[in-house]
């Protein structure tokens, strides 16, 4: 059974259970297992060796959601060629193919971890009364380990964007 946390976030104000183990800056990213658009799995070993910043959203189908993947997707070439930025929801992978062509979204990879969860539950996202994914954002540098953490606490309000890619800069540096 998964572990339980109550009222670390809310959803307009309302308090949500996230599930799964929470992880911590200075741990290593746990690994993961998600589907490409295309249905093919992602892991996090599939991008090892680069700094990788994970947008957890609940939904693509959003105005929040959209807005942070548009801002990432225009803010994706401060960060070069060794950093990945991807977007993980529990959207269907058709859905968010739909979104990327309709958004113009190319400099990202969103994923769907709408099959097993395993993002969710490895990173403790996963939002028991809805099956819907938190909003955070997570930095991860070369050698896997976390070095920047954001859990948005309410899921209407966008993550702090400068701070994300900051920490990512700071990664890519050492």
Request: charged share 25%.
């Amino acid at each position: 059974m998964a572990e339980e946390h109550v009222g670390l976030i809310t959803s307009r104000g309302k308090p949500l259970t996230l599930l799964g183990h929470r992880v911590q800056v200075g741990e290593k990213a746990p690994d993961f297992t998600v589907l490409r658009r295309d249905l093919s799995p992602f892991s996090l070993r599939d991008v090892a060796g680069k700094v990788v910043v994970i947008n957890s959203v609940p939904s693509l189908d959003t105005s929040v959601c959209a807005t942070q993947a548009r801002t990432f997707n225009q803010r994706a070439s401060e960060l070069g060629e060794d950093a990945r930025i991807l977007v993980i929801s529990m959207d269907l992978p058709f859905a968010q193919s739909r979104f990327c062509t309709t958004e113009g979204i190319a400099n990202l990879e969103v994923l769907s971890d709408h099959r097993e969860a395993s993002f969710g539950l490895a990173y403790g996202l996963l939002v028991k009364e809805t099956r819907l994914l938190a909003r955070a954002v997570l930095v991860i540098n070369r050698h896997g380990d976390i070095v920047y953490q954001e859990l948005v606490p309410d899921t209407s309000h966008e993550p702090n964007y400068d701070a994300a890619l900051e920490a990512a800069r700071r990664a890519l540096a050492s």
